[in-house]
């Protein structure tokens, strides 16, 4: 029998379902993909000339059950007349002759591949920022989001563990032209790094585009990981002109 061996070829492309074409056809050798499908990672195994697959997703949401309304009992005026009882006839029935059953014989089981599919979400930002009410003109406003600095996911898959690590950047965007690079998180005031003047009074779209990138560990073998997944995050600010006040 000739030994195993674990072909792996990582590939993420934002918006594409599928990875490209392997050279080998996968009948002796098992072919482990990784790519994105909708901003999912998506872990891939195959071996033998069928298809096989098993996708573990979120778990659908439980139906909602509403209780049936009950009926009010009827006075007893209304009540119907009982009706009589019958006496019903019995029923004889006939003696059932079983046959004599053929044995079963199994199949050969031909050589089937292997194809386990397993996709994580990668978490999608919440914006937040500070102060919450009515920011005004050329006061720092303080953004932040609630993402991790480190996304990780073991899969176990056909016999092999395999380990993805992503880590995001940030790109904001604060809706008056001005943007912002970084690879850190933000926070309230006054740890936060991230902050903005607005010089003019209006309603504003902070947008903020989050980048993930990484590395996969196989055998314990790292390498990098080609591709990357793009999340998209938007929040709406109100800034409002400072009060004017007069000292005589």
């Not at 990672?41 to 509403?66: C, F, L, M, Y």
């Not at 079983?98 to 199994?106: G, Q």
Request: hydrophobic share 35%; glycine share 6%; aromatic share 8%.
């Amino acid at each position: 029998m000739k030994p195993l061996i674990i072909c792996l070829s990582v590939l993420l492309l934002i918006g594409q379902s599928s990875s490209t074409a392997i050279a080998n056809d996968c009948k002796e050798t098992a072919c482990v993909n990784v790519y994105t499908d909708n901003n999912q990672i998506i872990i891939e195994a195959r071996k033998g000339d069928k298809t096989v697959k098993k996708t573990i997703a979120q778990s659908p949401k439980k139906p909602v059950i509403k209780a049936k309304p009950t009926k009010k009992p009827l006075p007893f005026f209304l009540l119907p007349e009982p009706k009589k009882s019958v006496a019903k006839k019995p029923i004889i029935k006939k003696p059932v002759v079983k046959k004599p059953s053929k044995p079963r014989v199994k199949k050969a089981v031909t050589k089937v591949n292997l194809s386990d599919r397993l996709t994580k979400l990668v978490p999608t930002a919440g914006v937040a920022y500070q102060p919450e009410f009515e920011p005004l003109v050329n006061v720092p406003v303080y953004f932040w989001c609630d993402l991790p600095e480190l996304f990780q996911s073991r899969v176990e898959i056909i016999g092999e563990i395999i380990d993805v690590s992503l880590r995001p950047s940030y790109v904001w965007s604060f809706g008056d032209g001005s943007t912002f690079t970084t690879t850190e998180s933000g926070g309230p005031y006054p740890q936060g790094l991230i902050h903005h003047n607005y010089s003019r009074p209006g309603a504003y779209v902070a947008t903020l585009v989050t980048t993930w990138n990484g590395t996969y560990t196989h055998n314990a073998q790292l390498r990098a990981v080609t591709g990357k997944v793009v999340k998209i995050s938007i929040a709406g600010i109100n800034i409002v002109a400072a009060p004017t006040t007069f000292k005589g």
